[in-house]
């Protein structure tokens, strides 16, 4: 451990922290000049403690210095890929600790990223923060994706210090929200990042790693290891989870159990998280038994809003309350806080009561086969559509909205299918259109062309959980195969992530059905490794390795309609609360509301 005096902190680097089975893992500390008991703000995970953002994420970077605000009060030195800035929290009394989870960066041992295993560190490391000099024993957690993903794990545990969580873009069930969306296998986005986001920076690769600039030690370990044996000391990410089919252990290891999780809970989302993050910012809000827990969800970047002058206020007054024990009007807080996004592209900030809300006119738009179009009234004539089961599919539109209209909330869908082969992949797109007939589209999380929600079901996994299923959110169990008999029809009940969107008279809603994820059809955006197309980086591949054969998901779909196969949208139509009741609901998030960026 090294020990200095830097930009008016004590750091302390590669702090060891002996794990109950003899595994070392290493944090660097961030903590207040002036002695004291202070309450730390920790985060595990994978990235390398020591690499610097704009090493390990140069583009994200770029972005991130077109915010100036991101840089008041900061040097931007200490800055590390989604978690806190030390030069932000440190002055205001907070301890800042960053370990680098097993086999990671500086900490040795197997390199299995969201297991079990991980969870029991995290959750040791949170009781040894506890009991440091310099720790006044309450331990909160924060930071974005990976580093809110395990937060919502180790709370399953209860550490006796855990005080509060800030799970930011977080998603929660291993299976539903990351590997398997409806039951397809989802494996690009974690065969992408596991090789050029974890491996690179895997305990071992030493010398041909990255370095930190600040006391130039090497991110990944002082040794250097050949490849073969880097590769013995690490999980098979992609195998690991296609040889894991169904919502078995192996899954339930790695998500969350909501009834254990009574924590206080700021569950931090994204409009635009579709594929990864924001179901499990909702699901942990509504599902986890803490009485003390509040749902905030906002748009545009995926990384940025957590270091604006909002994130940061945000983050601090619940911490502040929580760990500090500072009165500040924080249990005031309503407890829904939501950006409402707005086809010009800018928000608007409004505090509501409970999700989904309350006053919701929960619509059915029917499907008519027969002129592809979604509308109000059931159909009493039967019709149906085919379409290739791999192909783009068929999109039915609704014709021009008479009012404005604001769809916020969950989404579901109630199919009547049938398929030529015994199984089905059906690709769900919500989308919006102008009266033009130009595409609504967001620059949300990862990809600039989002559209409003995807949602996705292998027909052989339709089996629904009946406990936890509503009719706005089907919860299916995965965890049986029932294949279809060719050309037979089946209901089928499917889930979309939710949305927000305010749309203009003269609008139009679109649902497009396919057997392949939605792509824009301009030009695709490259991110890092990523190739933005419509869908961000969360393909869903074909092929025998995929578990998406071809001669059982490409052969031909048919859509069913009218009479007794009633196949419909639900979508969560909000309309406007009375404005004095709603200016006083809003009144209670004006202190965050001015620190909100504008359009840009």
């Given amino acids: 451990m090294k020990k200095e005096i830097r930009d008016n902190m004590i750091i302390e680097w590669d702090v060891e922290i002996k794990m109950d089975d003899g595994v070392v893992l290493r944090a660097d500390v961030f903590r207040p000049i002036k002695e004291g008991k202070y309450p730390v703000i920790l985060s595990y995970g994978p990235y390398g403690k020591g690499l610097h953002f704009s090493i390990g994420y140069p583009f994200q970077w770029q972005r991130l210095k077109q915010i100036p605000e991101v840089f008041q009060g900061s040097s931007g030195k200490y800055m590390n890929w989604e978690t806190v800035d030390p030069e932000k929290w440190v002055p205001d009394g907070y301890v800042i600790v960053r370990v680098d989870s097993r086999g990671a960066g500086r900490s040795e041992g197997f390199l299995d990223p969201l297991s079990s295993r991980e969870t029991k560190d995290l959750y040791n490391c949170i009781e ?75 305990h071992g690769v030493g010398e041909r790693g990255p370095v930190n600039p600040i006391n130039g030690e090497l991110v990944a370990g002082p040794e250097t290891l050949p490849d073969e044996e880097l590769r013995k000391r690490r999980v098979d990410m992609e195998k690991i989870i296609l040889d894991h089919p169904l919502y078995d252990q192996f899954h339930k290891d790695r998500s969350p159990d909501w009834s254990k999780i009574e924590v206080p809970l700021l569950s931090c989302g994204n409009w635009g998280g579709l594929g990864l993050h924001l179901r499990g910012n909702v699901e942990g809000f509504i599902m986890s038994a803490s009485k003390e827990k509040w749902l905030e969800i906002h748009g545009r970047e995926h990384w940025i809003e957590f270091y604006t002058n909002y994130g940061v206020q945000l983050q601090k007054k619940f911490f502040d309350y929580y760990l500090k024990g500072i009165e500040n009007g924080w249990k005031e807080t309503p407890r829904v806080i939501l950006w409402i996004r707005h086809v010009d592209g800018s928000y608007k900030l409004r505090a509501e009561n409970e999700w989904p809300i309350g006053r919701t006119r929960w619509t059915k738009l029917y499907l008519n086969p027969e002129n592809l179009t979604l509308e109000f009234d059931k159909i009493e004539k039967e019709s149906n559509v085919e379409y290739e089961s791999l192909g783009d599919g068929v999109t039915f539109l609704l014709p021009p909205l008479q009012e404005d209209t604001e769809i916020t909330g969950p989404i579901s869908a109630k199919l009547f299918i049938s398929s030529s082969t015994s199984d089905a992949d059906i690709f769900l797109t919500l989308r919006a259109f102008s009266p033009s007939m130009k595409e609504v589209f967001f620059y949300d999380y990862l990809d600039p062309h989002t559209p409003l929600s995807h949602g996705w079901l292998r027909a052989s996994h339709r089996k629904l959980d009946e406990r936890l299923s509503t009719e706005w959110r089907p919860y299916h169990t995965h965890d049986e195969l029932n294949y279809l008999t ?36 301009g030009e695709p955006v490259r991110l890092g490794h990523f190739l933005m197309s419509g869908s961000g980086p969360f393909y869903h591949e074909v092929g025998d390795f995929f578990r998406r054969p071809k001669n059982i998901y490409g052969g031909k779909i048919r859509i069913y309609g009218g009479k007794n196969k009633a196949s419909y949208l639900l979508l969560p139509i909000v309309p406007p609360r009375d404005p004095e009741e709603q200016k006083k609901l809003d009144e209670k998030i004006s202190w965050l509301a001015k620190h909100m960026r504008v359009k840009e």
């Fill in 486 to 521: 060719p050309n037979e029809i089946y209901e089928l009940d499917i889930e979309l992530w939710p949305t927000c969107v305010y749309l203009p008279k003269g609008y139009r809603i679109g649902l497009t059905i396919g057997g392949k994820d939605f792509e824009y059809s």
């Fill in 128 to 202: 040894w923060a506890a009991e440091q000099p310099w720790s006044n024993g309450k331990i909160g957690l924060a930071g974005i994706s990976y580093y809110a993903i395990n937060q919502w794990a180790v709370a399953s545990l209860k550490p006796p210090h855990l005080a509060a969580i800030c799970p930011w873009e977080a998603a929660a069930d291993f299976y539903r929200d990351m590997t398997y969306h409806g039951g397809i296998p989802s494996t690009a986005f974690w065969r992408v990042w596991y090789e050029n986001q974890v491996v690179k920076v895997q």
